[in-house]
């Protein structure tokens, strides 16, 4: 029965326990983004011939250049991802979509799989199982548009996976074939293609379209330039005075507000800014088991209630349509705000001043908004797109405002950013959106890159490697042990000592057994990524230290490729004469802040001990809070306030918390 435990294991529950690519299966997913792909690069003309190749494919089907390089930078960020098919099956540089082809490509999974930390659920067995689970009879036509380009082209639909120039010129066919549909005639004008780059980005549907629509005149308005995955340089020059074609603009909005209004639960409230494409597909606040149990969120009033701190970034690790089958069912968890892949379109499930089931830390789900972006971490090629990205950005800025949470990375974390509650729930936390994550850029679009803060004694380094350069070697994507493809990476490993052949250093937390780190996907244990701050506990040569769970760990980080930079704030540090101090998953009062019917949750260590003389980067001060919601019945919930107050510190790869009583508080460097 629901509240009969200290605190309720079953609302720290997710999705997919994000672990392997057998996960990824069992749970009825689009598993072959994770199946064996050419090498980077594989098919890829050499160096220019891909710039040549828009230019030529706009000629040849009377497109505007800019308007077919301004669709495949939203679609790909012109990458090929070495011939992998996307979350939703899509195709190289204009992400050209052939959903069942790419299930076809499935490995099989053993049956006995799952995942030994705690997804019970069994895999599928075969690519065929997944197909009949995945895919519906009739496919949404946004899942099949190669079919439609080789049919327009003439090339094979095997040319159009593989070869980026082929590709490209299957997207030219569609924007044309879709300028024509529209009734509209072929013209130089980019602004004349507005309606049918909407019909591009999310075919027959009015909301996604025109929020893709309206990204891609904002990418052409400001130009791009970029080094592709494959070492193709192109570039889209700027057009500040673009606009779009006032009467097809004016005609897709009316099209996106008459479906919005007949979308399944389109009475419920959306909390959204009017620049995305936004959708209520509400979770169920519903009773079963004979009334004796409930799901899948709890009512709340916050921030009335309980201040909404952190925002939570999580892959879906499945596709849009599995996602929102999940959301339905009562009996699963819960999560704010999902994000299509292909074209940024947002659905709402759970109101924000309520409190779903997302983060598995009741702390942090009593104070956060959790948000789903559909891939996979596991897959490198599965791409969070750009639509996806700029979309997310945009609901993340808005939302920041309205509840007042600072844009870092203290406070906007990765679910692998997420504290275990206490030592036993450490080693099954979540790690997604994982290590391809490109926060980076994520963050630039929110406005706050990362950039250096201060000189070389400001106390601080910012993790900041180059995200295309920065390639560290995964394993476990597809098989436990095998090598990854290689890709991109927000995060850069850490040592024992200022050496590449130095071990890695060691998170006796996720690996109470005292095994070895590992370069498993999955395994977080000497990982920083990307916007985290550190202190500066030692320097070497090209080598930088910095306090970690503890201890001092090393980073590779050469004046010539610098991995992070210099920055300045707030460090935690013990309290004078204390020679260490405990740090906690979660900032729960103190034992007399209860009343009488509302059991004392025990405030337990983690199994990390802070040292003297040991910094840590301080993320914030929070007030100790217990949100008591036991039942169905919202007269019954509490929420218990101590007069204990704690600092939210970056512990190591996930953040932490320490009592103010513990610590002394002071800039960094001093």
Known sequence: MRGSAPEDASRTRHPALRRSATAVAAAALLVPLVAAAPSAGAGEPPSGTLQRAFGEAAARYHVPRSVLLGVSFLESRWDSHGGAPSVSGGYGPMHLTDARAAVARAPEFSADGGDARGDTRRPLRTASQVRRAVLPAELPARLRTLPTAAKLTGLSAAKLRSDPAANVSGGAALLAAAQRALGLPTSGDPAKWYAAVARYGSAGDPRGGAAFARDVFEVMRQGQRRTTDAGQRVALAAAPRLTADATQEKRLGRAATAQRASAPGAGGA???????????????????????????????????????DSIVIHDTEGSWETTLRLIKDPKYVSWHYTIRSADGLIAQHVPTKDVAWHAGNWYVNSHSIG???????????????????????????????????????????????????????????????????????????????????????????????????????????????????????????????????????????????????????????????????????????DWTAIWYLGQQAWFHNPRSNPTAVNAKGLVATPKAGRAEIPVYGR????????????????????????????????????????????????????????????????????????????????????
């Open 270 to 308: 959306l909390e959204c800014p009017w620049s995305v494409a936004c959708e209520s597909w509400p979770a169920p606040y519903e009773q079963y088991d004979n009334g004796t149990n409930y799901g899948n969120h709890d009512l709340a009033d916050r921030p009335k209630d309980q201040r909404i």
């Open 371 to 541: 948000i789903e972006h559909e891939g996979f971490l596991a897959a490198p090629d599965a791409w969070y797109t750009e639509a996806m990205y700029r979309t997310s950005a945009r609901l993340v800025k808005y939302l920041a405002k309205e509840y007042d949470i600072p844009l870092d990375r203290q406070h906007i974390l990765g679910h692998d950013n997420v504290p275990g509650t206490i030592p036993s729930t450490i080693p099954g936390m979540h790690t997604d959106p994982g290590p391809y994550w490109d926060w980076a850029h994520y963050f630039t679009l929110l406005g706050k890159p990362f950039t250096r803060t201060a000189g070389a004694h400001g106390g601080l380094v910012t993790i900041r490697p180059s995200y295309g350069r920065n390639r560290p070697v995964y394993t476990g994507c597809e098989k436990a042990g095998q090598p990854c493809v290689p890709h991109g990476s927000t995060a850069v490993r850490l040592h024992t000592a200022p050496s590449e052949a130095a071990p890695l250093i060691q998170d006796i937390g996720l690996h109470p057994d005292g095994s070895a780190t590992t370069t498993g996907v999955n395994d977080t244990a000497a990982r920083a990524t990307t916007g985290q701050r550190f202190a500066v506990a030692g320097r070497s040569g």
């Open 587 to 670: 900032a729960y009062p103190e034992k007399e802040a209860y009343p009488a019917q509302v059991p004392v949750q025990a405030v337990t260590p983690l199994p990390y001990t802070l040292l003297a003389g040991q910094e840590y980067a301080v993320g914030g001060r929070v007030r100790s809070e217990y949100f008591y919601s036991p039942t169905f019945d919202i007269t019954k919930h509490v929420v218990v306030r101590g007069k204990d107050v704690y600092y939210e510190i970056q512990l190591g790869h996930r953040v932490g918390y320490v009592r103010a009583a513990d610590v002394d508080v002071r800039s960094s460097g001093s």
